[in-house]
């Protein structure tokens, strides 16, 4: 199907402002139904789609979190195990299990609790990074399993779903959202690092929360921005459900915290049981080494890959891993205790 192409520029090759499709170009393309589009119609809401088919939301929701919650841990007899391995000196220990191949991997030699110096990676240059990242170990949980990576605590570092999106919405569905987002975004912007919805004031600390420049946009651009955010939405809702499965306690402290900038609430908020507070929104960029210094002490950042790419693992410094990202595979990290960037990519 042929979508109309975005142009970010005027004839006489100006930059200009989104949205980047013409009215007419707009007017002239029709979508499909639903059931057979590639992308998401402005009328189609995924959370109604996955309640229709498999009865009602929250039951659902709730039971999947359940599911997975049991799932992400070690059981009895792998414990026995991981303390026979950490006995004997090894300094990890890494279990396969069911038809997905899904992998959990304690790392001994790692205290999410205790001090450990900060990495220096963030200091090094392009190429270096790239050797870094290239010499760890690479890991690839298919597209349907799930990696879980623990300390010697047995408490979670990085969580990461090989098909988040589709283990929310199924296979359809999923694909549908994936489309959008990517769609909707290419219309706003071919590149660029975006911060959607709230913050601290930057420059005075004892300022309340404010939206960010980049959603505080008006006319032509706020609706470039909406859909977007209509789309963005489903995808979320999804890494809410998950996060609730991996930190239910986390994911109650953000609600907590958003309840108290409800006056912010309305510029970005597309899920009934919205929990997160920003969206850092990556495109077509490459990701140094850092640790994100400003999120909140033990809180998880989320991750979800979109587009067409080639390339691009992400990498855990700490842990010496290196993961291949999928499109729409949805990963958690404690991102404010442990470096992480990602390689050279191809595409976009």
């Known amino acids: 199907m ?16 989104p949205p980047y499709i ?98 220096t990676s963030h200091k090094a240059t392009l190429e270096d990074t790239q050797a870094l990242g290239s010499s760890f170990e690479q890991i690839d949980i298919g597209d349907k399993g799930f990696n879980v990576a623990l300390d010697k605590n047995y408490k979670k570092i990085f969580v990461m779903f090989g098909a988040g999106l589709k283990l929310i919405y ?19 912007a071919s590149a660029g690092v975006y911060h959607w919805e709230i913050w601290m004031e930057q420059a005075h600390a004892k300022l309340e929360s404010l939206t960010t420049k980049d959603t505080n946009v008006k006319g032509h651009m706020k609706k470039a921005l909406l859909p977007l955010f209509k789309a963005m939405g489903a995808m979320t809702r999804a890494q809410r459900i998950l996060l609730a499965a991996i930190d239910l306690e986390c994911l109650q402290e953000y609600e907590k915290i958003l309840g108290k900038c409800l006056d912010h609430r309305t510029s970005f908020e597309t899920d009934e049981w919205e929990c997160f507070t920003l969206r850092a929104c990556l495109v077509n960029v490459f990701t140094e080494p850092h640790l994100d210094g400003a999120d909140m002490k033990n809180g998880w950042a989320s991750m979800c890959p979109l587009g067409e790419f080639e390339d691009g693992d992400f990498c855990i410094t700490e842990l010496k891993r290196r993961f291949v990202y999928k499109v729409g595979s949805i990963s958690f990290l404690k991102s404010k205790q442990y470096e992480h960037f990602t390689l050279k990519w191809k595409g976009h």
């Open 170 to 188: 199924e296979d359809k569905i999923g694909g549908y959202v994936e489309k959008a987002i990517v769609w909707k975004n290419e219309e706003y």
């Open 22 to 119: 013409s009215l007419e170009e707009n007017k002239a393309f029709k979508l499909p139904v639903p059931s057979s589009a590639n992308i998401l119609p402005l009328n189609f809401t995924p959370s109604l789609c996955q309640q229709g088919a498999q009865g009602p939301k929250a039951l659902c929701d709730y039971k999947l979190q359940q599911r997975l919650s049991s799932q992400l841990k070690l059981s009895a007899k792998m414990k026995r195990e991981a303390e026979a391995a950490q006995t004997n000196s090894q300094s990890t220990f890494r279990p396969v299990f069911g038809s997905n191949c899904n992998m959990i991997e304690v790392f001994f030699q790692i205290d999410s609790h205790g001090e450990h110096a900060p990495p």
């Open 2 to 17: 042929d979508y109309p192409k975005a142009s970010m520029h005027t004839p006489a090759g100006h930059l200009k402002a």
